[in-house]
């Protein structure tokens, strides 16, 4: 396949993406990923992944840096919510790509972790990564997609009886949404029974522990060196009382 460059006379210029150096492409990639070229960014992916990059550094120099792009220009009004959906379609193509590539490092199973972004929010490309790296860390990962009331995790809870309830939101407006959830675990009695990790961009630790949440996780590396952590904690916790 080959992109499409356009030329200051307008016309376009075929770019075969594979001629390209590591860095050139990573840079195309970035504009493709502004671009909302879905179909460019899984070619890309799957050239740097041929030319022996390792999935988390495709993940992190060409989608995650692509997107942080696309969120500067979305801040200061020069992309549009349509836009910024390709964008995040084609963002979504190279993760699937490299889901099952993250999730395969025959890690142990460790422990299980339900996921979801908060209700009123409708994010999902950061939990969705959460989820991924927790699944190559060896952990069982439920997603409870977004948009979730505070009934849909207690359900999951109740269900799955996970070791860490996670929770994104990345607009100011959702992210108090999680202390409904955490005050609601802790009128049924069931707050301290399980590990609670909360993250999305606009968090910090100051806003983690002002919510009650175990923890404030940074990014998707944070969230699995966390979990891993408290999962620990627990084991020595049950080996010390039995
Ligand atoms: Co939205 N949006 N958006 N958006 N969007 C932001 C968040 C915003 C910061 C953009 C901006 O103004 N610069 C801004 C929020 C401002 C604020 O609240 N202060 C914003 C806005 C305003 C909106 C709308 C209100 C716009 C509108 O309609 N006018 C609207 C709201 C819709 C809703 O949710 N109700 C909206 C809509 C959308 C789209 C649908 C177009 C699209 C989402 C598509 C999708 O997710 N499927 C979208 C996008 C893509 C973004 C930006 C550009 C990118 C978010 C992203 O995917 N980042 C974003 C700008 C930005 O964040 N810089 C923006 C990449 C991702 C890998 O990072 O999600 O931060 P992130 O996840 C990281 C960490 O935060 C952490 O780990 C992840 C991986 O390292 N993490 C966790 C996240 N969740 C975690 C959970 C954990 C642990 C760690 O649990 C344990």
């Given at each position: 396949m080959s992109d499409d460059v356009e030329l200051e006379d307008g016309a376009e210029e075929d770019i075969d993406l594979s001629s390209l150096s590591d860095e050139?492409?990573?840079q195309q990639m970035h504009d493709d990923l502004y671009d909302g070229l879905k179909a460019e960014i899984e070619e890309g992916t799957h050239i740097l992944l041929a030319r022996g990059w390792t999935p988390d550094k495709v993940l992190a120099e060409a989608l995650v840096e692509g997107m942080r792009i696309v969120?500067?220009?979305?801040?200061?009004?020069?992309?549009?919510v349509p836009e910024v959906l390709m964008a995040a379609n084609a963002m979504k193509g190279g993760m699937f790509i490299l889901r099952p590539l993250l999730a395969e490092t025959g890690a142990a199973r460790i422990g299980m972790m339900i996921i979801?972004?908060?209700?009123?929010?409708?994010?999902?490309?950061?939990?969705n990564l959460v989820?991924?790296?927790?699944e190559g860390a060896g952990f069982?990962?439920?997603?409870?997609?977004?948009?979730?009331?505070?009934?849909?995790?207690?359900?999951a809870i109740e269900q799955h009886q996970p070791d860490i309830v996670g929770m994104s939101a990345l607009l100011t407006t959702t992210m108090p949404y999680m202390?409904?959830?955490?005050?609601e675990m802790v009128e049924r009695g069931i707050r301290d029974?399980?590990?609670v990790l909360v993250g999305g961009a606009p968090l910090n630790e100051a806003f983690g522990d002002a919510i009650g949440a175990d923890a404030?996780?940074?990014d998707a590396a944070v969230a699995v060196e966390t979990a891993k952590e408290f999962m620990a904690r627990r084991h020595n916790q049950l080996a010390a009382t039995a």
């Open positions: 050139e492409l990573v969120g500067i220009d979305f801040r200061d009004g020069i992309l549009f979801g972004t908060v209700k009123g929010d409708i994010h999902d490309i950061g939990k989820g991924m790296m927790m069982e990962v439920i997603d409870l997609g977004i948009n979730n009331p505070v009934e849909s995790y207690m359900e202390k409904v959830v955490i005050d029974d399980y590990t404030y996780c940074r």
